[in-house]
């Protein structure tokens, strides 16, 4: 018994270890596949994993934040013949079997079921076939492959059919049987679409028209081709054994062949222009499953839409998140191209635009007062009081709006190719190449010193300068070119395609890339920590730490961070680094384990001789809050995605415990927030299954 209780403890300590320094912050509404089970069903996105029960309405969500996943980008999902499910990702394959998540290798691709119970892959590269456990053995194409938009499996002859696409425009379908290949079609298409219906008739989609293969030749369906300016179209058969056409252009439309004419599917959405998913039951004729990008998952049939509200781990608007902005209160301003969100004290809004911002947002940033401003293609924009005020640029900047900063007197800077611009007293002083001898159009950051306020600009021709009154120039060998940028103290660190290099008073200093991962000027982001004297590099799939003179590096395989570049990356007020991914969500960073909210030191003290949470070990559905102080606070608990699972106003009284109940009993580590208006603590609680 006692070996049981240690190795239960350590296991409830390595998960609060590794769990506590990352959080992911995904939508989940662009839905990749979904696979339907007899409880429920499997959703993949380009969010993480989700499981979600029809009985029982509980969802489950599994991110690079909380799960080994090996992406949060699913390509493919696959229920085999043992009941386990598969999952394909874009950096490799695991498996869920009786509930446990196992890692298998980095391949990726559409997933199927060979006769003999043999999982295959269709990866970019070639075709992978099991042969036991997560070995497989690799099948060359019979030619050259850039993606495998169709795997199909003959279940009477177990014959495995591809389509494959490559860089010449060109598509074919091969048979894989006898251990060999075999062409069935092969010409200059690209957009085309493959299935295999339940009597084993393999069908074929392109501007060609409905094929389908019989006695070695391919017959085509008449009146059944369409214009070539539809793309990424999808064949699927529905429980009829009738052939689905998913075609998307301006919208995605439906099509049905029931063997003797078509027939357009009323799919019930007014507006299908981010329309992105549809597939057809496996177990109704009527059913429809589809997503789109505002209104996630959904089903439809001849009775209209059901949502399937929230099936969403976090009320993050897009996976393309621009730049964050930490105020000193402890909430955070996530900026997209077309929203700004907000979040504090665990709770989502909204930050209303007016009707003629037009969104295509650039980028944020805020002023001494801790008032938003933004920028567009067209229009610079201030947000104070809820009302927002748009700010016409000067004709010097018409073109790439792309970076901005605020110095700490308010001079707001933005850039276009290749000049700059200071909005001052609500005038604007114009920079060209003149005065910073910028003149291949190639600006590509600009960044504000936090200390002495001078202006730095990157560029494909060094580095400039600016402290008010000149312009110094920065230059590097062998190739003279900066992008990303970082204040350090009273100089500047930026990315070349050298290394790291810090700049000061005219002069250079290097530090060297890590050895491990990849890292250049295109995609690394840099961010200084002034405190800890700590830099932080985000490389194309890593995360690495500089101190001491010694790197530390994260990837996939020994932490929680997503495999995504990045459009920024940022401190926030207690130490925790926020990445806003390029289609990866955020990703929140903390070595000593994130802290969620800035809470003074003097507060703190105060606060939490004040407060009692208990047990911090629970295996029932309940703890208790006790306060040493009549008053109204307000508590939220939440689960590691984010996810809020309560939250309500309590009257406290001194000395008198609060009996908390939540209704979730799978989630394994909570956190419970205490607000009183003025300060918040944050508590953990391991919960053990009884």
């Not at 981010?274 to 109704?284: A, E, H, R, T």
């Not at 996976?319 to 969100?341: A, C, K, P, Y």
Request: aromatic content about 14%.
């Amino acid at each position: 018994m006692k070996l049981s209780i240690t190795t239960l403890l350590l296991i409830l300590s390595q998960l609060i270890l590794a769990q506590d320094s990352w959080i992911n912050y995904t939508n989940n509404n662009n839905i990749s596949d979904v696979v339907e089970i007899d409880e429920g069903f499997w959703l993949g996105s380009d969010g993480g994993l989700c499981y979600y029960n029809n009985e029982s309405g509980e969802e489950k969500y599994y991110n690079r934040g909380n799960s080994i996943i090996p992406s949060n980008r699913i390509v493919d999902l696959f229920y085999d013949s043992n009941q386990d499910l598969w999952i394909s990702t874009y950096e490799g394959i695991c498996l869920i079997s009786d509930g446990e998540m196992t890692l298998g290798p980095n391949i990726s691709g559409q997933l199927n079921e060979s006769l003999d119970g043999k999982i295959i892959v269709a990866d970019s590269d070639s075709l992978y076939i099991q042969e036991e456990g997560f070995q497989f053995k690799t099948i060359a194409y019979p030619s050259y492959s850039v993606t495998v938009i169709g795997l199909e499996v003959d279940q009477e002859s177990g014959a495995i059919y591809v389509n494959v696409i490559n860089y010449f425009t060109e598509s074919y379908v091969a048979e894989w049987n006898d251990n060999e290949w075999t062409y069935l079609f092969n010409e200059y298409v690209t957009e085309t679409a493959m299935v295999l219906d339940q009597l084993n008739q393999l069908w074929f989609f392109s501007y060609l028209g409905l094929q389908y293969f019989k006695e070695g030749v391919w017959i085509v369906i008449p009146d059944s081709g369409e214009e070539s300016t539809f793309n990424l179209p999808k064949l699927f058969v529905n429980y009829d054994n009738e052939i689905i056409i998913s075609l998307k252009s301006d919208c995605i439309r439906e099509k049905i062949w029931d063997g003797i004419a078509f027939e357009e599917i009323d799919n019930f959405q007014d507006d299908c222009s981010n329309y992105i998913f549809i597939k057809p039951s496996d177990k109704d004729s009527d059913l429809y499953y589809g997503s789109d990008f505002d209104k996630g998952f959904f089903s439809f049939d001849s009775d209209g839409p059901s949502d399937f509200e929230p099936l969403n781990q976090s009320p993050l608007f897009s996976n393309n998140v621009l730049n964050t902005l930490h105020l000193s209160d402890g909430s955070h301003i996530i900026i997209f191209n077309e929203r700004i969100q907000q979040l504090k004290s665990g709770i989502w809004s909204e930050i209303d635009l007016p009707d003629d911002l037009n969104a295509n947002i650039k980028k944020g940033a805020l002023d001494e007062n801790e008032n938003l401003w933004i920028f567009t293609k067209d229009f610079l924009w201030s947000y104070k009081d809820s009302e927002w005020v748009k700010i016409s640029p000067p004709i010097e900047i018409t073109d790439y709006l792309s970076y901005m900063d605020i110095g700490k007197n308010g001079d707001v800077w933005i850039q276009s190719r290749e000049n700059i611009a200071r909005y001052k007293d609500q005038q604007w002083t114009v920079f060209t190449s003149i005065d910073h001898d910028i003149t291949i159009n190639t600006i590509r950051d600009l960044e504000i010193n936090s200390e002495n306020g001078d202006l730095w600009v990157s560029t494909f021709q060094g580095v400039r300068q600016y402290d008010g009154q000149a312009w110094v120039s920065y230059n590097f060998e062998p190739i003279n070119h900066a992008f990303g940028l970082s204040s350090g103290n009273a100089g500047m660190y930026t990315v070349t395609n050298s290394g790291i290099m810090y700049m000061e008073d005219g002069e250079i200093d290097s530090i060297p890339f890590p050895d491990n991962g990849s890292y250049n000027v295109f995609y690394s982001k840099i961010e200084y920590d002034s405190e800890e004297d700590k830099i932080y590099l985000a490389g194309s799939r890593e995360l690495a730490i500089y101190q001491n003179n010694e790197w530390t590096i994260y990837d996939s395989s020994n932490s929680g961070l997503y495999t995504s570049s990045n459009n920024d990356i940022r401190l926030d007020n207690d130490g925790n680094l926020w990445m806003s991914g390029n289609n990866g969500g955020l990703c929140i960073f903390n070595e000593e384990g994130i802290t969620t909210l800035s809470i003074g030191e003097e507060d703190q003290v105060e606060f939490v001789s004040a407060f009692k949470v208990y047990p911090t070990l629970i295996s029932g559905d309940y703890f208790y809050v006790e306060s040493e102080k009549d008053g109204k606070y307000q508590i939220m608990v939440s689960d590691m995605s984010g996810q809020i699972l309560y939250n309500q106003e309590h009257q406290l009284i001194q000395g008198k415990p609060a009996k908390i109940k939540l209704s979730d009993k799978n989630t394994s580590l909570i956190f419970v927030s205490i607000d009183d208006g003025h300060t918040i603590i944050s508590r953990k609680i391991v919960r053990i299954n009884e």
